[in-house]
């Protein structure tokens, strides 16, 4: 049993250093690789009402743990300028967006349609599934294997996947390690 | 003997030389590091004082006894100021798991009187030993998680 949150939770949680407990930023936006299959960093905001932007972003390998209520970093230099981080993070390229994206397995049939990424909660960033929209309007969350292939308009996925198009997080955390042993990853 | 920071607030502060009262107890500032009482705050505001833990002769159940009146003294810096307004008070303060998980507000702190050494977070009806505490500070104190698996 895993526990999960959809990317778009994760926007506005306080960046939280563990050395000092001080909220030195908050999440702004969540940069997710189709390719890599995870998340590989997190932009930030400033703390505070009149809060604009932060230049630093949060590359996923110095993020300690992304959390239900905040994102941990060991202290403040976890925070890096995007010309100290990966380009990825740093410098993302632009229309990596997988919302919108139809799913298809690969017998052919259409699952939906990508509207969130679901992430594994105590992990720096990995993203174990995805929040679409179906066929029929309603809200599906489907595992993903850790490889799959992404066109930028569509992703292909086992057609195993069907039999595991959960209704809410809690059952595609349970889902998660069964999808898995069932697709051989 | 152990005491407790929720049952200490406002205890009086006498000077040992004098007998004087110097105030009442309104904060205690912990260094993390050391998981020991750094110093202890009287009044408020502008009235505000600090006295080091070092100067603190004795700690006990209707008194805080402070070596001298001289051994009071305003803040100096940030983080002085920071701790006479209790922004860095243990007590109260929300926890966070080191995973990012909120675990309510820490609700009392036991410590040693005698050597202002904390011994124990109270997180409601759960306990964490002082070992736990990675961090605090104005936002949150740090509590590290259970190994997992």
Redesign the interface.
């Known amino acids: 049993m895993r526990s999960l949150v959809t990317g778009s939770s994760i926007r506005g ?2 960046v ?8 030195v930023a908050e999440v702004r936006d969540v940069l997710y690789s189709p390719e890599a299959g995870r998340v590989v960093g997190l932009t930030l905001n400033k703390r505070g009402f009149l809060a604009g932007r932060r230049r630093e972003v949060l590359p996923a390998e110095t993020i ?9 970093v060991d202290d403040e230099s976890s925070l890096l300028l995007p010309a100290d981080a990966p380009e990825e993070v740093g410098a993302p390229p632009s229309g990596r967006d997988v919302t919108g994206d139809e799913v298809l397995t690969d017998g052919g049939t259409s699952l939906g349609q990508v509207r969130d990424v679901v992430v594994l ?2 992990s720096n960033g990995e993203v174990v599934g995805y929040e679409i929209e179906t066929a029929s309007g309603g809200t599906g969350y489907i595992p993903l294997p850790v490889q799959l292939a992404v066109s930028g308009s569509a992703l292909v996925v086992p057609e195993a996947t069907k039999e595991f198009v959960e209704d809410d997080l809690v059952g595609l955390g349970a889902a998660v390690d069964e999808f898995r042993s069932t697709v051989g990853i | 003997m152990s005491e407790r920071f929720a049952a200490a607030m406002g205890r009086k502060m006498v000077s040992r030389a004098t007998a004087e009262e110097l105030g009442e107890l309104a904060h205690i500032v912990v260094d ?1 590091e050391h998981r020991r009482i750094a110093c202890l705050t009287a009044g408020k505001r502008r009235k505000a004082l600090l006295v080091d833990w070092e100067n603190v002769s004795g700690f006990g159940p209707d008194a805080v006894i402070v070596t001298d009146e001289s051994a009071l003294y305003a803040a100096r810096d940030d983080r002085e100021r920071a701790a006479v307004d209790g922004k860095l008070d243990l007590l109260g ?1 929300r926890a ?7 675990l309510g507000p820490v609700t009392d702190v036991v410590f040693d009187a005698a050597s202002g050494a904390v011994e124990t977070l109270v997180l409601g009806d759960h306990e964490e030993p002082a070992t736990s505490l ?9 509590i590290r ?1 259970p190994s ?1 698996e």
């Open positions: 949680l306080p939280v250093t563990i050395a000092d407990g001080e909220d300690h743990a992304i959390g239900r209520d905040a994102v941990m909660v105590g | 993390v303060k966070l798991s080191e995973m990012g998980d909120d990675l961090g605090a500070g104005s936002f949150a104190a740090i998680a997992r």
